[in-house]
């Protein structure tokens, strides 16, 4: 009968062998990840391509909007689009759109995909188009208010996809994003059409099955590397390993990677919540409501004749009962009052907190602080987008934080006691983002790339291994 130290061994020999190669791809396309992103299209590279909205133009108000499309939106927007006015309405999760100059409905046809697309890139030659409900890049749930897609196919490799409901470029790819993705984003998140399109939740299956075996594999491996590892009583020759050749790589590799790999391979399990452990936090849908008190959209203000900004466009957004023109342009988001379009004055910190206490039930507002660099739960990327930003903090039992910008009056973020572990346990363990590398890239990056270099060592030395041992005759 076999010892316990020779069980482990095999355990962790056979799970080597199964999973080594997710393993070793892993670390891989982690290290692409750092550098190329997986494609979307943000709004503030889409802005540049559209074109300023002329307020004269502009003859249908939001109440008859919605009497056209007979529904009460819950969103709504307005943009140009070929030098007229153009309101975007989501009803039940899509989106609908209708001519803001004379109410005529927009319907999407090739030859508008065409056109709008070839608008986006005017340098470029467009040489396909073809219409999908989805491919590998336009998987992202938050394209499904627009599905089915327009796929514009450009001479020079570039890809846009044009929303078949509202006429616009909703995403865009080059050739050299989408073969980099295929060794970073595609691999890393087992990110394959059929299994993340069709089907979700066994997608979230496979990851929790492959990253959970993973991390007992590194958990065994630190084990045995340690039982086997002599600093003092040293083998034969001063070695601190019995090992030779790739097992002594292996071993050495460990010793000096192995708790990254397991807190890499561990963190990375709880990226999709498993059984609901720790998880981010989202507001809910009582809170959106108290912040904003929205009444309905098809009773908004009209748009005013004049603007004081040139906007690309204007959304209709509600904070504590009232409801303002979120104008997009050159300059980045402003508020403006919707009876004569001139900009807001600044909503006060008091005002954020005086709000928000309605958010909290059993608690009150322990603080509102102006932050104008985040903090250690408000960083990275999204902190160089949305800065600064009012934290106001309660005294309830979860210790509810919310994170204000007070350019837009939106809430950025949400922090309670659970999605601070999952701050520390995931994104802390996962992308090294804790101080000092939080908002310091580059020595962020070189720490990553070392890591996953050893962790490469450490599992290429036993795919090597495996493979001996499975064609050992």
């Known amino acids: 009968m076999y010892s316990l130290a020779r069980q482990l061994h095999l355990w962790h020999r056979w799970l080597g062998i ?108 467009l040489t396909d188009l073809e219409l999908l409900e989805r491919d590998q890049w336009s998987i992202s749930s938050a394209l499904h208010p627009h599905r089915p897609l ?45 299994l993340r399109a069709d089907y979700p939740k066994a997608w979230r299956q496979v990851i929790m099955w492959l990253s959970l075996p993973a991390t007992l594999l590194a958990g065994l491996g630190i084990w045995l590397g340690i039982d086997r590892l002599r600093l003092r009583r040293r083998y034969k020759g001063g070695r601190v390993t019995p090992y030779r050749g790739w097992a002594k790589w292996h071993h050495l590799s460990g010793m000096l990677a192995g708790v990254f790999c397991l807190t890499w391979l561990f963190s990375g399990w709880l990226s999709v919540k498993p059984f609901d452990l720790l998880s981010g936090r989202k507001l809910s849908e009582a809170e959106t409501q108290a912040w904003t008190q929205a009444g309905p959209l098809s009773q908004a203000p009209a748009l005013p004749a004049t603007l004081a900004l040139q906007a690309k466009e204007i959304e209709w957004v509600s904070f504590g009962g009232q409801t303002y023109l979120l104008a997009s342009s050159a300059r980045g988001r402003s508020l403006l009052q919707p009876q004569d379009g001139q900009l807001l004055p600044a909503v006060n910190a008091a005002q954020f907190a005086t709000q928000a206490a309605k958010l909290v039930a059993e608690g009150t507002v322990k603080a509102s602080t102006l932050l104008a660099h985040g903090d250690i739960y408000y960083y990275g990327k999204r902190l160089e987008m949305t800065s600064p930003v009012i934290r106001i903090d309660f005294n309830d039992a979860s210790n509810t934080s919310y994170y204000v910008d007070p350019a837009t009056t939106r809430i950025v973020a949400s922090q309670d006691n659970n999605s601070r572990g999952y701050r520390w346990l995931f994104a802390a363990l996962h992308r090294l983002d804790f101080a000092p590398f939080d908002n310091a890239e580059l020595p962020r990056w070189v720490l990553v790339i070392a890591l996953s270099l050893g962790g490469f060592i450490l599992t290429l030395a036993g795919m090597v291994m495996g493979w001996r041992r499975l064609t050992r005759a």
């Open 18 to 125: 199964g999973l080594g190669l997710w393993v070793l791809l892993w670390f891989i396309s982690g290290v692409v990840m750092l550098f190329v992103a997986y494609p979307a299209l943000t709004p503030e590279e889409k802005w540049p391509h559209l074109q300023p909205i002329q307020p004269g133009l502009v003859h249908i108000t939001p109440a008859q909007a919605s009497d056209i499309i007979q529904a009460e939106p819950d969103s709504l927007r307005l943009t140009m689009q070929q030098g007229r006015p153009l309101y975007h309405l989501r009803v039940e999760g899509k989106w609908q759109s209708l001519y803001a100059d004379d109410g005529e409905r927009l319907t999407v046809t090739p030859a508008l995909a065409r056109s709008n697309a070839q608008a986006f890139l005017p340098a470029a030659t």
């Open 150 to 194: 327009y796929r514009a196919e450009f001479a020079n490799g570039t890809s846009l996809y044009v929303s078949s409901r509202t006429g616009e470029v909703v995403l865009d790819t080059t050739t050299s994003e989408r073969a980099w993705n295929w060794l970073g984003s595609v691999i890393h998140w087992v990110y394959f059409t059929p």
